[in-house]
Each structure stands twice: as structure tokens, then as C-alpha cells.
């Protein structure tokens, strides 16, 4: 692209002598100085202009496992109905694509924000409460806190089936397949995304489950799971 004035919003800071020479934006309104390289210039080409002539430099690449989501999921079963509580803790890169999202809707109520960024995923679910941290404070990581509801079908003498939303898995993780790709993909920003998912019964109830420990991995991504229960909850 051809450079132009329109374009000319940020202010890149360059640091020779930190970590063999370090690019940093202060101008970021959403990223943190801690978190490098900047976000939209990691791999990029960068020409450092001095007096004595110019130079040619590669502006690092993203280490892996960067940005982490840790999603932290605890179901209830109350009766006719499933209590879901949410912690969801993001950082670096994908802290910041978030932060921008919920301070650019900052003037309506957070649950507002929240329910349009869940979008068709909260069909049956009522969002109870939320409430977000880490908005201002960029070198720390932003959590967002939720409480859902949802109705459930009365329980069977052997079974009772819970839809349990998983919205941060199918965002960040459900990729499309596409068969016979014919052209090179790369993930930008890659991510370290860990889940904990905890069903609670009513004292009377014997929970249970089905399936077992599994571990997948391939060029693109690994994928490990655990399952156990220990004092009725799964």
C-alpha cells in the first residue's frame, strides 16, 4: 500500500538497544507497551532511517502461544432450570480486539454489549448479570464475568440433557474445514485457549458421564481433554 496522510495515525517507537532492537506503539489505545510486538506490524518490514543512512528491519513475529483465553465454565442444576457461570480472561492481542469492542460500545449497558456480541448463541438463555475488568489497564488481562440461565427438560428416571453454550470455543476455535485448499492460510494471532467446564447436581442425583481422556494434534493445532468426577461434580 502507498503510504498517505490519512494513514499517518500512529507513532511507532524504536529501541535499539532493548531485547537487539525493539519496535513499540504508544499510540495504541488498546494494547499494552508489556505485550510485543505491536499489534497490526508483528512480521512486518520496517525501514529505520538515521543520519548516517537507512536500514532494513524485520519487525518480529508473534511468539507462539501469545494470546491466552482461558474460559472458565461451572453449570448448577436448580430444578427445571441450569445456572451457568462464566469467567472468560483474555491477553495481549486478543485482549485487545476485545477491549476496543466493549469501549467503543462503552455509553449503553454492558449487558447490552454482551448479548450482541453472543449473538444467536444466547437463544434460550437469559444473561442474568455481567461484569467486566481490565478495561482501562492494558498490561493486565481483561475478564469478563457471567451469569446465565437456562430452562432444562424435567429428568428422565435415567438421563436429563443440558444444552451447555460454548460460544469462546466456536469463536476462536471452530474453524471451517475446506477440502482440496489450493492456497496457503496462516493463523495471525495465534492463541493458547484452556477450558474448565464443571456440572453440579442436586444432592440427590448421581451425575455421570460418557467418553474419555483425549489428546489430538496436527500441523495446525493440538487439542488435549480430560474428563474426571470427584464429589458429585463432573
Same mark, same amino acid.
Given at each position: 500500500?502507498?503510504?498517505?496522510?490519512?494513514?499517518?495515525?500512529?507513532?511507532?517507537? !524504536?529501541?535499539?538497544?532493548?531485547?537487539?532492537?525493539?519496535?513499540?506503539?504508544? *499510540?495504541? @489505545?488498546?494494547?499494552?507497551?508489556?505485550?510485543?510486538?505491536?499489534?497490526?506490524?508483528?512480521?512486518?518490514?520496517? #525501514?529505520? #532511517?538515521?543520519?548516517?543512512?537507512?536500514?532494513?528491519?524485520?519487525? @518480529?513475529?508473534?511468539?507462539?502461544?501469545?494470546?491466552?483465553?482461558?474460559?472458565?465454565?461451572?453449570? *448448577?442444576?436448580?430444578?427445571? =432450570?441450569?445456572?451457568?457461570?462464566? $469467567?472468560?480472561?483474555?491477553?495481549?492481542?486478543?485482549?485487545?480486539?476485545?477491549?476496543?469492542?466493549?469501549?467503543?460500545?462503552?455509553?449503553?449497558?454492558?449487558?447490552?454489549?454482551?448479548?450482541?456480541?453472543?449473538?444467536?448463541?444466547?437463544?434460550?438463555?437469559?444473561? =442474568?448479570?455481567?461484569?467486566?475488568?481490565?478495561?482501562?489497564?492494558?498490561?493486565?488481562?481483561?475478564?469478563?464475568?457471567?451469569?446465565?440461565?437456562?430452562?432444562?427438560?424435567?429428568?428422565?428416571?435415567?438421563?436429563?440433557?443440558?444444552?451447555?453454550?460454548?460460544?469462546?470455543?466456536?469463536? !476462536?476455535?471452530? !474453524?471451517?474445514? $475446506?477440502?482440496? &485448499?489450493?492456497?496457503?492460510?496462516?493463523?495471525?494471532?495465534?492463541?493458547?485457549? =484452556?477450558? @474448565?467446564? &464443571?456440572?453440579? %447436581?442436586? &444432592?440427590?442425583?448421581? $451425575?455421570?458421564?460418557?467418553?474419555?481422556?483425549?489428546?489430538?494434534?496436527?500441523?495446525?493445532?493440538?487439542?488435549?481433554?480430560?474428563?474426571?468426577?470427584?464429589? %458429585?461434580?463432573?
Amino acid at each position: 500500500t502507498i503510504p498517505s496522510l490519512d494513514q499517518f495515525n500512529h507513532m511507532i517507537v !524504536y529501541l535499539p538497544n532493548y531485547k537487539g532492537g525493539t519496535f513499540f506503539d504508544p *499510540t495504541q @489505545k488498546e494494547f499494552g507497551l508489556s505485550a510485543l510486538p505491536p499489534l497490526y506490524l508483528e512480521g512486518q518490514t520496517a #525501514v529505520l #532511517v538515521k543520519e548516517d543512512g537507512h536500514k532494513i528491519l524485520q519487525i @518480529k513475529p508473534p511468539e507462539k502461544n501469545l494470546s491466552k483465553i482461558i474460559v472458565d465454565r461451572e453449570v *448448577t442444576l436448580e430444578g427445571d =432450570k441450569a445456572v451457568i457461570r462464566e $469467567m472468560i480472561r483474555w491477553t495481549d492481542y486478543h485482549a485487545a480486539f476485545v477491549r476496543g469492542y466493549f469501549r467503543r460500545h462503552s455509553a449503553r449497558p454492558l449487558g447490552e454489549s454482551v448479548q450482541e456480541l453472543m449473538g444467536s448463541e444466547l437463544g434460550g438463555l437469559t444473561l =442474568k448479570s455481567a461484569k467486566l475488568k481490565g478495561l482501562e489497564d492494558l498490561d493486565e488481562p481483561l475478564q469478563l464475568d457471567i451469569a446465565l440461565e437456562i430452562k432444562v427438560d424435567a429428568p428422565s428416571e435415567q438421563s436429563q440433557a443440558i444444552r451447555i453454550p460454548a460460544y469462546w470455543e466456536k469463536q !476462536y476455535i471452530g !474453524y471451517q474445514s $475446506m477440502e482440496k &485448499r489450493r492456497t496457503p492460510f496462516q493463523i495471525e494471532y495465534p492463541i493458547q485457549m =484452556k477450558r @474448565k467446564l &464443571r456440572v453440579r %447436581g442436586p &444432592r440427590n442425583v448421581v $451425575m455421570s458421564f460418557s467418553g474419555k481422556n483425549r489428546s489430538v494434534s496436527n500441523d495446525f493445532f493440538r487439542y488435549d481433554a480430560k474428563l474426571q468426577s470427584e464429589k %458429585g461434580v463432573l
